[in-house]
């Protein structure tokens, strides 16, 4: 097949949530239903020897979250599927958001039981803002949730969506008795406890069907009007309003009894699309373009800790990928090599032969690839959108063992590469500053650092609360600016300075007084602005 072909057979998604919907299980489930896993991992369950395939990190596995995303691949149905397990805590946020330029769908899983909640809705405004098509699967229909229309008409009004729902639930709870197919006018019938593929789900015919009359009297009354008023009084499945990000389509079902799994899965195939078009500043690059490009969204320390490697994750924009091409790093002009790229199954990795438009392949490399890098075969394109927000908290960071300082710097600016916490160098002083979103950030950073890289350290408490990238117009005024704070200038990951300060009157202040100083709080392209500033 030609690049053209391929690429309409991608479909890249991410699963984005509020924690403890059932991501990571209806993650475990669509691999299994893809035939990627014969068995799906335990999520709850975290005593026994099974995790969940997606979880890869010491403290996921401990305590049952995800905290990085994590890339599968798979084939279903003459497609290839490339599904990006998101973290659903709110102190990872930062990652989700880079993970959400690098997807042309989302899958958004809400609990019944709880509805709409903060996390969804952050995420959803990411997905809105880059009019990310959304389809919706309402889980854990096994257990006593609220009621569907009243689910269906929150999404509406919170989430400024329309819904259009695909499948209905029949009871809940102990009642639940399976969910009708809208579209095909049949009922799956829902059977607890199943841990491998279900080929032999039983299917009626009909709202009408006898067996349905005499199995499920007790609730089938209430789902007949329910559904008869869906089906009258909303919308039809709208194509272009779906890839506007504006209607979603919703599938009820319970990810860990492997129910409504499959429908979610036929539907990614069908309605999701395949890759468009990607923004540089340079150009909109198509994917059937020749020349191969793509851009890391995601870089990952430590994924084998026996061989202490960095993983960069690359989405491929446009053109063919093939094992042991050059590359060029758009951002420092040198060349790679890809003779050891990889394709993913969460933990699992293949070299990677060939891949196309929408696929993620990782390139192993020692810190030469960062964030927001765009690597093309020659051309100087710079995607766009990717991310980086200023912290919120902030810790200063120090090694008990004075022996492993230099393993703690180490471990500290690979972690900081990868995106899983900020990492500022003051100019005034040698203690590393931390910067997070949130709390759980420090805490996941103080267990990776003595379990990746032997490095016991403790946190103590800084004076600064915020933080703000700054640039200008004349480099010499950078400079003085520069001179003039560097009792509160630091130096990022990238190079790109910041100015720290303790509460916001202050940094007005600072502004008013320099206004020819621009301040960021967010930043994109790898610091690729910051760093040209200061090289004149």
Same mark, same amino acid.
């Given at each position: 097949?030609?690049?053209?072909?391929?690429?309409?057979?991608?479909?890249?998604f991410a699963?984005?949530?509020?924690?403890?919907?059932g991501?990571?299980?209806?993650?475990?489930?669509?691999?299994?239903?893809?035939?990627?896993?014969?068995?799906?991992?335990t999520?709850?369950?975290?005593?026994?020897?099974?995790h969940?395939?997606?979880?890869?990190?010491?403290?996921?596995?401990?305590?049952?979250?995800?905290?990085?995303?994590?890339?599968?691949?798979?084939?279903?149905?003459?497609?290839?599927?490339?599904?990006?397990?998101t973290p659903?805590?709110?102190? =990872?946020?930062?990652d989700?958001?880079?993970?959400l330029?690098?997807?042309?769908a989302?899958?958004?899983?809400?609990d019944?039981g709880?509805g709409v909640?903060?996390?969804?809705?952050r995420?959803?405004?990411?997905?809105?803002?880059?009019?990310?098509?959304v389809?919706?699967?309402?889980?854990?229909?096994?257990?006593?949730?609220?009621e569907?229309?009243?689910?269906?008409e929150e999404?509406?009004?919170?989430?400024?969506?329309?819904?259009?729902?695909?499948?209905?639930?029949?009871?809940?709870?102990?009642?639940?008795?399976?969910?009708?197919?809208?579209?095909?006018?049949?009922?799956?019938?829902?059977?607890?406890?199943?841990?491998?593929?279900?080929?032999d789900?039983?299917?009626?015919?009909?709202?009408?069907?006898?067996?349905?009359?005499?199995?499920?009297?007790?609730?089938?009354?209430?789902?007949?009007?329910e559904?008869?008023?869906?089906?009258?009084?909303?919308?039809?499945?709208?194509?272009?309003?779906?890839?506007?990000?504006?209607?979603?389509?919703v599938?009820?079902?319970?990810?860990?009894?492997?129910?409504?799994?499959?429908e979610?899965?036929?539907?990614?195939?069908?309605?999701?699309p395949?890759?468009?078009?990607?923004?540089?500043?340079?150009?909109?690059?198509?994917?059937?373009?020749?020349?191969?490009?793509?851009?890391?969204?995601?870089?990952?320390?430590?994924?084998?800790?026996?061989?202490?490697d960095?993983?960069? =994750?690359?989405?491929?924009c446009?053109?063919? =990928?093939?094992?042991g091409?050059?590359?060029?790093?758009?951002?420092?002009?040198?060349?790679?090599?890809?003779?050891?790229?990889?394709?993913?199954?969460?933990?699992?990795?293949?070299?990677?032969?060939?891949?196309?438009?929408?696929?993620?392949?990782?390139?192993p490399?020692?810190?030469?690839?960062?964030?927001?890098?765009?690597?093309?075969?020659?051309? +100087?394109?710079? =995607?766009?959108?990717?991310?980086?927000?200023?912290?919120?908290?902030?810790?200063?960071?120090?090694?008990m063992?004075?022996?492993?300082?230099?393993?703690?710097?180490?471990?500290?600016?690979?972690?900081?590469?990868?995106?899983?916490?900020?990492?500022?160098?003051?100019?005034?002083?040698g203690?590393?500053?931390?910067?997070?979103?949130?709390?759980?950030?420090?805490?996941?950073?103080?267990?990776?650092?003595?379990?990746?890289y032997?490095?016991?350290?403790?946190?103590?408490? +800084?004076?600064?609360?915020?933080?703000?990238?700054?640039t200008?117009?004349?480099?010499?005024?950078?400079?003085?600016?520069?001179?003039?704070?560097?009792?509160?200038m630091?130096?990022?990951?990238?190079?790109?300075?910041?100015?720290?300060?303790?509460?916001?009157?202050?940094?007005?202040?600072?502004?008013?007084?320099?206004?020819?100083?621009?301040?960021?709080?967010?930043?994109?392209h790898?610091?690729?602005?910051f760093?040209?500033?200061?090289?004149?």
């Amino acid at each position: 097949m030609g690049i053209e072909q391929e690429a309409s057979r991608r479909r890249t998604f991410a699963i984005i949530s509020h924690p403890d919907a059932g991501k990571t299980t209806l993650t475990e489930k669509l691999l299994l239903y893809a035939g990627a896993i014969h068995i799906a991992g335990t999520v709850k369950a975290r005593k026994s020897s099974r995790h969940a395939t997606s979880d890869w990190m010491a403290i996921e596995k401990q305590r049952g979250i995800s905290v990085a995303s994590s890339v599968m691949q798979m084939e279903y149905r003459d497609c290839v599927i490339n599904l990006l397990d998101t973290p659903g805590h709110q102190d =990872f946020s930062e990652d989700t958001y880079r993970v959400l330029t690098a997807v042309d769908a989302a899958l958004m899983v809400i609990d019944g039981g709880n509805g709409v909640e903060s996390q969804t809705l952050r995420l959803l405004e990411v997905c809105r803002a880059r009019q990310t098509p959304v389809i919706t699967f309402i889980n854990k229909l096994d257990r006593e949730v609220r009621e569907p229309l009243d689910l269906i008409e929150e999404i509406e009004n919170v989430l400024g969506m329309e819904t259009t729902p695909f499948s209905w639930p029949i009871g809940m709870g102990k009642q639940f008795g399976g969910v009708f197919d809208l579209r095909a006018n049949t009922m799956r019938v829902f059977r607890p406890g199943e841990d491998t593929r279900a080929e032999d789900l039983e299917v009626l015919e009909g709202l009408d069907h006898p067996e349905i009359e005499k199995r499920f009297a007790a609730v089938l009354p209430k789902a007949r009007q329910e559904i008869e008023l869906v089906q009258t009084a909303m919308p039809g499945f709208d194509r272009d309003a779906f890839l506007a990000g504006e209607q979603t389509p919703v599938f009820f079902g319970s990810a860990i009894n492997n129910f409504g799994v499959r429908e979610v899965l036929d539907a990614l195939v069908e309605l999701a699309p395949s890759p468009g078009p990607r923004t540089t500043l340079q150009r909109p690059v198509a994917p059937t373009e020749a020349k191969f490009s793509g851009v890391v969204f995601k870089v990952q320390a430590n994924m084998d800790p026996a061989h202490r490697d960095r993983i960069a =994750f690359v989405r491929i924009c446009a053109g063919r =990928f093939e094992r042991g091409m050059r590359l060029r790093i758009v951002r420092t002009g040198k060349d790679i090599r890809t003779g050891n790229a990889v394709s993913f199954l969460s933990q699992r990795r293949d070299l990677v032969e060939d891949a196309y438009p929408g696929d993620i392949v990782g390139i192993p490399n020692h810190g030469v690839l960062r964030l927001g890098d765009s690597l093309t075969e020659g051309e +100087s394109l710079q =995607f766009t959108g990717l991310p980086f927000f200023a912290p919120e908290m902030f810790r200063m960071v120090e090694v008990m063992d004075p022996m492993k300082a230099k393993q703690l710097r180490q471990g500290l600016m690979q972690l900081g590469e990868e995106g899983a916490i900020q990492v500022f160098r003051p100019l005034s002083s040698g203690a590393m500053l931390l910067g997070a979103v949130g709390q759980l950030q420090f805490e996941v950073v103080m267990h990776r650092l003595l379990e990746e890289y032997g490095v016991q350290a403790r946190l103590t408490h +800084s004076k600064f609360t915020l933080a703000r990238w700054v640039t200008a117009n004349d480099a010499n005024e950078l400079k003085r600016f520069m001179n003039h704070n560097d009792y509160r200038m630091a130096m990022d990951v990238v190079n790109a300075p910041a100015i720290l300060a303790s509460h916001s009157t202050e940094l007005n202040l600072i502004q008013e007084k320099w206004p020819d100083i621009q301040f960021h709080a967010m930043r994109e392209h790898g610091g690729q602005v910051f760093t040209e500033a200061l090289a004149d």
